[in-house]
């Protein structure tokens, strides 16, 4: 089947620090990538919706100058956090969508969790 | 803005078939319903997915209700590696132009036991 693939699976950084997180679709070209966030215990929260070749849509209360997301080709998704603080640290996933026939279906990455210390 | 319905808990002996509901009650005539699970710190995984038809594949059946206004999961035998949280999703209509966008309830946190 397809496959998302998230780098760095965890990282460790420090407050007022940046940090990259990478989804790669391995085996297919996706068009549109999405964001989420997930806090211990809780659902995943959509965080916004990456197309190729144009700037990413956000949902309401995602700060787009600090979740820098580009997607620059049919195969890679970037986020960066800028500027992380304490409360940025979660886990982050990805996925993306697999044009195959009816009904799209999304595959996600492993997630990546940050800590920010 | 989930619009399924899902029991927040199950529990299933291993060996057994878990049977995880699902209300969408309100899915229109070309929304489809999707089923993912989430093993704890591990991306979700797609399950299934069908319109109005049952479906089968390797990992599980689905169930599909003649109005469609619920469906079924079926893991005809749960092992303890199918402990995780399964998610129920219709296709959401969800800004952007009408492209599918997943969006997540709670789901149904399943356990196996032995």
């Known amino acids: 089947g397809a496959v998302v693939s998230q780098h760095p699976s965890r990282v460790i950084c420090k407050s007022g620090t940046s940090v990259k997180i990478e989804c790669r679709s391995l085996?297919?070209?996706?068009?549109?990538m999405f964001w989420y966030r997930q806090f211990p215990k809780q659902s995943l929260m959509l965080m916004a919706t990456s197309n190729e070749g144009s700037k990413a849509t956000y949902e309401q209360g995602v700060e787009k100058d600090k979740f820098l997301i580009n997607h620059a080709s049919l195969t890679l998704s970037t986020l960066t956090v800028t500027s992380a603080h304490p409360e940025d640290s979660s886990f982050y996933i990805c996925?993306?969508?697999?044009?195959?026939?009816?009904?799209?279906?999304?595959?996600f990455g492993e997630g990546s969790w940050l800590t920010v210390v | 803005d989930a619009k399924t319905t899902q029991p927040p808990s199950m529990d299933c002996a291993e060996g057994r078939a878990a049977n995880l509901p699902c209300n969408h009650s309100?899915?229109?005539?070309?929304?489809?319903v999707y089923w993912y699970r989430q093993i704890h710190s591990q991306g979700p995984q797609y399950i299934i997915h069908g319109l109005k038809n049952n479906e089968t594949n390797e990992m599980a059946s689905l169930i599909i209700t003649e109005d469609r206004k619920s469906s079924t999961l079926i893991l005809p035998h749960a092992t303890l590696r199918d402990t995780a949280v399964y998610y129920c999703?219709?296709?959401?209509?969800?800004?952007?132009?009408?492209?599918?966008?997943?969006?997540f309830g709670r789901g149904t946190s399943l356990i196996v036991h032995p």
């Open positions: 999703i219709v296709r959401d209509l969800h800004a952007s132009g009408g492209s599918y966008i997943p969006t």
């Open positions: 996925s993306a969508r697999a044009s195959r026939g009816s009904g799209n279906t999304i595959y």
């Open positions: 085996d297919f070209q996706a068009t549109t």
């Open positions: 309100t899915i229109s005539g070309n929304e489809y």
